[in-house]
Each structure stands twice: as C-alpha cells, then as structure tokens.
C-alpha cells in the first residue's frame, strides 16, 4: 500500500481521520469535540494502521486540512500531522479547507464562494471559478485568495449566478438573500475531497513543516481579547 495516506481533517466541531489509497477511502474514523485530542489522534492512527496490517514508514505521507475553521481543532491536526511526518519521515501536503469543500460542488457551480463564519459579524470567504466541465473531478477549479471581512461589505455584492457553499452558509443566510444559488448538502469538507484536493498539490518542504500553522487569518480569541485590553497607543499584533 505505498500509495496510502493518511488523512486529518480537524476544522470543523467534528474530526475526522482516515486512510486514502487511489480508487477512495479505504478506512475512517470521526471524533467528537471533547476527544479531539492530539492524545486521542494518535492512538486512532494506530488502530487504522494496524487494522491495514501498515506500519507508518509505509505510507505515501499525510496531509492535512490547514483551514480556516476552528482554531483548536486546527491546531490539534496540524501538530499531529507534523508530528507524524516528521517521526516516520512521509511527506506532508497541506490542503486549505475551503478547496476541499469546493470540489464538493456540483459541476454547474461555475461561480463558486466557498464561506465560513468569522464570527462577530466577519465571514471568511474565498472565490472559485471554473469551467463547469465535470471541475469536481478533475480539480479544475481556479481560486482567488482567501479573505476575511464583514458579511454586511461582502456578500451583498455577490452576482446573481453565484453558488454559496461552506459551513457559514447557514449562518449568513440573511446576507446570501434569494438571488443565489446554496449549495444544499456537502457544505463541510470530506476525507475525500480532502484526499482529491491534496492530490492536487506538492508536499511541503522540511522547513515549511516546522513553520506550519492554521490557516487562520485572524487571532486566536485569546489574542484579539488581550489586543482589545492593551492601553491605548500600544502597537496593533500583526496578524
């Protein structure tokens, strides 16, 4: 099975870990909130490769959802996936959430925004393009960069044609409004497309490892807390 990975998928309430081979997912595990520990990952790894008669240095590698969605959880798989890699010395591949969750859409979703909540008002939002030519199976989807700002600001202005996916969904469905199209299930990403959307890219390298951090393009709420408090004229945290 050397063409087996390991995939960790920890944005959302629910983790999610499993092993992926070409053809699908061959084996799969999910953790709720209160045993999303790096204690628990590691021994669910274990059982999934014993249970596949693999030992670690046997896999292809790991990859990773990066984000955005909630920090904890997100920090809990990156650090376990580091961890991982760098002990059975496998490649890591890094995959952003919000590309995962694309590949999830149907094939007419040619404009595609991909959201999650920021909370207090802040929706995190990517747009996706693509030809609509089967774009799900073959990764074709075009992307521009992710962004974080105020749902009032931004989803508004979305065209008519423009499909909505992603766990904010229901959240901002008030600013979504009747004019575009919601992507009704799959909204949070799967092994799978986690699996299909870190195909798509390279692993990271040695020094790109030990500097992996949640794709979070805010401060934990511990720190925008502390930077509320700080005395005025103290200099702004750069995110």
């Known amino acids: 099975m050397a063409d087996c990975w390991l995939l960790l998928e920890t944005s959302g309430r629910t983790g999610q870990l ?18 999303r520990l790096a204690r628990d990952l590691a021994g669910i790894v274990r ?11 046997e896999l292809a590698g790991v990859m990773v959802s990066v984000g955005p969605g909630s920090y904890t959880g997100l920090r809990v798989g990156i650090a376990s996936a580091k961890a991982f890699a760098y002990a059975a010395g496998c490649p890591l591949i890094a995959v952003p959430t919000f590309a995962a969750i694309a590949l999830q859409a149907p094939a007419a979703a040619t404009d595609l925004w991909v959201i999650a ?8 939002w990517q747009r996706f393009a693509s030809t609509g030519e089967n774009a799900c199976a073959t990764n074709t989807f075009h992307s521009d960069k992710l962004e974080i700002a105020r749902a009032a600001d931004v989803l508004p202005i979305a065209p008519p044609d423009a499909w909505f996916t992603g766990p904010g ?3 901002f469905a008030e600013w979504i409004g009747s004019r575009a199209t919601v992507v009704e299930v799959d909204r949070e990403p799967s092994l799978l497309s986690l699996y299909r959307a870190g195909l798509a890219r390279s692993p990271v390298s040695r020094e790109e ?18 930077q509320t408090n700080e005395p005025r004229g103290t200099p702004a945290v750069r995110r």
Do not use: C, H, I, N
């Open 18 to 35: 499993g092993l992926a081979r070409t053809g699908g997912v061959v084996a799969s595990w999910r953790l709720d909130e209160p045993r």
């Open 117 to 124: 909540d920021g909370l207090q008002g802040m929706v995190y």
């Open 209 to 226: 490892l030990f500097a992996l951090e949640p794709l979070y393009l805010r401060g934990s709420s511990a720190e925008e807390k502390a």
């Open 169 to 171: 969904v229901a959240a």
């Open 47 to 57: 059982s999934m490769l014993d249970e596949q008669k693999l030992q670690p240095r």
